[in-house]
């Protein structure tokens, strides 16, 4: 085929979906595209290539992509698609597990540019499709809509949210729930063979136009849910075993949907003295004061760490745009300086706070099943050695809570991209609103004995060992590199990292009875350094996961610890890069 018979399928491909599109505005955007790919403009011409370059694939994330036009871009086509093919999914399911019973789902959004009619649409097909719905009132954060799915006792659930991405993106994440999914997966989200069952079916979808949409029939709910959901949040701490609550909060969504419930949550339990950062208290698509509405990116929490040091605050707490995540910042006793926690440290504090919330006649427990601590295999070490002193069990799961959240008799799991479960009962996902909470009981408790959360932490180094970690993250162009470097340390693997001997190499790829297959490598050395590297589940990146661990004997060590463990992990950095042939 010429390039020129390429542009003309091209082009008619484009006015043929511009023909069937719902949307008004999709549809203009699409036809001013083709009217300057005919002009002859390059840069239109890749983005119409980009947008019909194959199908937005179904996968354990569910979708995620560009809004924009085509059927590689999120749009109501695609939604609609997906929603239909769900909803088969659905009927199925149940039709299996309890012939008889109808169907119930419940539908959540952002704030962000058009999901509100990603939700409505979704929940006019599931309602023509013989599917019971509820829909979420307005935009509220991704732990709320998880809640519901297990307090509805729903069969499904669907999120529209691309969670932390950039404004241009949107997403739809979905979970499953009681006659659709193995007792371990109720309210959480799916996993594999669920990702590609549901695929299938939005793959059998026919023609467009022979999706059908209810005109009513679903329910919007009130605001009841939502409180319930604050009151179980709220009435997470311990006013008896941790009463302080003497303690200065700097609050921000980043522009997202978690601000209103994050402060009634906090203020319900007890924490009144809460800033929210003015700037970003409301919900904006476009995150006009952030660059990225990550909180792990570079300037995210400048408006927060500022109001933190005007009003001599004592933590921040921000949550990621639909508040699945949480980061915490304080002023680090040894610089002066405000810094943010690093996720493991995060999630080691909060272990440490849930095993002293745990009453002794807990503490033994695992041995029938519960009591159970659990992180991602490229989270920090420090969480097994605090459970194991307290006499927990302790599991290491796959990246992504759809994995942790899985673990029988969870208690309390975390991984080190901000993501914390805190009460796995409730909400069995990540959930950044009740790990703020339990964060500031935790923080206010600290502040009470004289303390700070970096003395927290140090006291957990010297009884376990100074746990530090980094990362390495490669992008790449061309994502058949990624293979390459995969393929490069399989044929030639290093030998060593930091100047110790590798003595354990494990090939994640083949599997093993405590992790299921994923592509990667694991590294652990003489030395006890760990190295993980493996290609990004959602990004064209290459991700390197280093720790090391170094002794400190008194607290009068642990500057030369710290100082000596910045050493090592530079080290390892080196090596790590060299050995990917950067």
């Given amino acids: ?134 829909l979420l009132p307005a935009p509220l954060p991704t732990p709320l809509l998880a809640y519901a799915v297990r307090a509805l006792d729903c069969d499904g659930g669907v999120m529209v949210t691309a969670s932390h991405n950039p404004p241009q993106d949107n997403g739809y994440k979905v979970y499953l729930g009681r006659h659709a999914v193995a007792s371990d997966g ?48 709220a009435a997470l701490t311990m006013p008896d075993r941790f009463p302080a609550r003497d303690l200065k909060i700097v609050l921000t969504p980043l522009h997202g949907v978690g601000g209103g419930t994050a402060l009634d949550v906090l ?41 933190a040091a005007q009003l001599d605050a004592d933590i921040v707490i921000a949550n990621d745009p639909d508040a699945d995540r949480a980061a915490v910042a304080a002023k680090d006793p040894d610089s002066g300086a405000w810094r943010m926690l690093r996720g493991d440290e995060v999630g080691s504090l909060l272990g440490a706070h849930m095993v002293a919330r745990l009453s002794d006649g807990q503490a033994g427990a695992e041995a029938d099943g519960r009591g159970v601590f659990a992180n991602s295999i490229v989270s920090s070490r420090l969480l097994a050695r605090i459970a194991a002193a307290a006499g927990f069990a302790h599991e290491e799961t796959l990246t992504g809570f759809k994995w942790i959240s899985r ?54 180094y010297l009884q376990h060992g100074l746990h530090a970690s980094d990362q390495l993250s490669i992008r790449v162009a061309d994502l058949g590199l990624l293979d390459a470097m995969m393929n490069r340390l399989r044929v030639s693997p290093p030998e060593s990292f930091g100047q110790s001997a590798v003595e354990v190499f494990t090939d994640l790829a083949e599997g093993s009875t405590q992790l299921p297959p994923t592509e990667g490598l694991l590294y652990i050395t003489r030395n006890l350094t760990r190295v993980i590297i493996r290609p990004s589940g959602t990004e064209p990146k290459l991700k390197c996961y280093l720790e090391v661990i170094h002794q400190a004997g008194s607290a009068a060590e642990l500057p030369a610890a710290r100082q000596a463990a910045r050493a090592s992990l530079d080290e390892v950095l080196h090596d790590v890069s060299e050995a990917l042939g950067l």
């Fill in 407 to 460: 673990v029988p008799g969870l208690v309390y799991g975390y991984e080190e991209a901000l993501g914390y479960c805190v009460a796995p009962d409730q909400v069995k996902d990540k959930d950044g609103i009740s790990a703020a909470v339990l964060i500031a009981e935790l923080a206010a408790a600290a502040k009470a004995a004289g303390k700070t959360v970096f003395d927290t932490l140090d006291e957990l």
């Fill in 1 to 134: 085929m010429t390039s020129s018979d390429a542009e003309l399928r091209l082009l008619t491909e484009a006015r043929e979906w511009a023909a069937q599109d719902p949307d008004p505005a999709t549809k203009a955007s699409l036809l001013e595209l083709v009217r300057l790919v005919e002009d002859g403009d390059p840069v239109a011409r890749q983005e119409l290539d980009d947008s019909f370059r194959g199908t937005l694939q179904f996968g354990t994330a569910g979708l995620r992509a560009a809004l924009g036009p085509g059927p590689n871009r999120m749009n109501r086509v695609v939604v609609r698609r997906a929603a239909a093919g769900l909803a088969v999914f659905l009927l199925d399911a149940v039709a299996k597990a309890a012939p008889g019973t109808r169907p119930r789902a419940v539908v959540g959004y952002d704030a962000r540019h058009n999901s509100d009619a990603f939700a409505a649409e979704t929940a006019a097909i599931f309602t023509a499709a013989g599917i019971e719905t509820f």
């Fill in 186 to 233: 109720e309210g959480a989200q799916i996993v594999a063979p669920y990702d590609a069952e549901i695929a299938a079916r939005i793959s059998a979808v026919g023609p467009l136009e022979s999706i059908t949409l209810a005109e009513g029939g679903w329910t919007v709910l009130d605001g009841s849910l939502a409180a319930g959901y604050e009151r179980a949040t």
């Fill in 267 to 307: 203020k319900a339990a007890g924490f009144t003295d809460v800033t929210v950062v003015a700037e970003q208290a409301e919900p904006d698509p476009d995150f006009p004061t952030v660059s990225f509405p990550n909180p792990e990116e570079p300037g995210a929490l400048d408006l927060a760490l500022e109001a």
